[in-house]
């Protein structure tokens, strides 16, 4: 049977606006196997997870589970995990780490803080810091999820591991699993898919050097569907790399059709109309799916700079 990633890649599915939403990340180090719904069926108590996910509701963070890549073998000790937390909207991005051996902490963070861009109750509750190591790679290793995750991300993670990059860890679901492997690179917030070796470098090289690979890129995650796609699209009309000088200030109309605004940190704007379409022929959206299905698709119809004089009439 072919695979959802084969299918969508023989019919040139556009990765365009596919990341995952979230304004920060909360990432939770657990080591061993994951099942299909991590939180709750990894070795991570599954009441915590439990209350992870319902505190997390509607606060803008999406909680993940990352392990290092290879062997996932879990001693059950209260070993020292790694936290992290990262705000991703352009002009506001940050990086915090911790470490903890009781995810139950976790439980006392502000989650509707942390969503906002207020990163006080992670200083305070687990003792995090500003990160300064290697930018971070995290690959969708879940196979019990989707079994694309697991042939096409491990294999991906581990050469990335090999090859020196000290960023990388396995993660748990970032959706669109027939764009594997996926990857979320931090601390922008930008969802790559299809990605190789060589797009995962480069990605991790425009964080070093602060500016966004645009090839394989989905969007940035701190956007809804449609700003993703204007977002990229101005960084296509305007030539502009730059990480954090493109912002999502308002988005007009609704489905199937938006007007976004999308202003530079220079001034300039511009409106783009974006439409809804769907993926045809219907396709497999996951290995799992028991039925075929037509994806939405964000198609950018126009990109119009707003001047100045048009502003004021």
Not at 72 to 93: L, W
Not at 102 to 127: I, T
Not at 233 to 251: D, I
Not at 275 to 286: F, M, N
Request: proline share 6%; aromatic share 4%; hydrophobic share 40%.
């Amino acid at each position: 049977m072919s695979r959802c990633a084969t299918v969508s890649r023989s019919l040139d599915e556009p990765l365009s606006a596919t990341a995952a939403t979230a304004t920060t990340w909360l990432l939770l180090e657990q080591p061993g196997p994951w099942g299909a719904k991590a939180l709750t069926s990894s070795h991570l108590d599954p009441a915590v997870g439990r209350a992870l996910e319902a505190a997390a509701d509607g606060t803008g963070v999406r909680v993940a589970l990352i392990r290092r890549p290879g062997r996932h073998a879990d001693p059950g000790t209260s070993e020292i995990r790694r936290v992290y937390a990262a705000h991703t909207v352009p002009g506001r991005v940050w990086l915090h780490g911790a470490v903890t051996r009781d995810p139950r902490r976790l439980l006392d963070l502000d989650l509707p803080a942390l969503g906002a861009g207020d990163h006080r109750s992670f200083a305070a509750v687990l003792g995090g810091r500003p990160y300064t190591g290697d930018p971070l790679a995290l690959v969708c290793t879940n196979g019990k999820r989707d079994r694309c995750c697991a042939l096409q991300g491990r294999p991906l993670a581990a050469e990335l591991a090999a090859a020196g990059e000290n960023g990388v860890w396995e993660v748990t679901h970032l959706g669109g699993h027939r764009f594997a492997p996926t990857v979320l690179v931090l601390p922008y917030g930008y969802v790559y898919g299809r990605a190789g070796t060589a797009t995962v470098k480069a990605a991790l090289d425009g964080v070093r050097e602060g500016r966004v690979a645009v090839e394989g890129c989905r969007g940035c995650s701190a956007f809804e569907r449609p700003g993703q796609a204007a977002e990229l699209a101005v960084r296509s009309v305007a030539g502009e790399h730059r990480a954090g000088v493109l912002g999502v200030v308002r988005t007009d109309g609704a489905a199937p059709r938006w007007e976004v605004t999308v202003v530079h940190a220079d001034g300039r704007r511009w409106r783009v109309t974006v439409a809804r379409g769907a993926s045809l022929p219907p396709r497999q959206e996951s290995c799992g799916a028991a039925v075929l299905g037509t994806p939405a698709r964000m198609n950018v119809v126009a990109v119009r700079e707003v001047r100045p004089t048009a502003l004021a009439s």
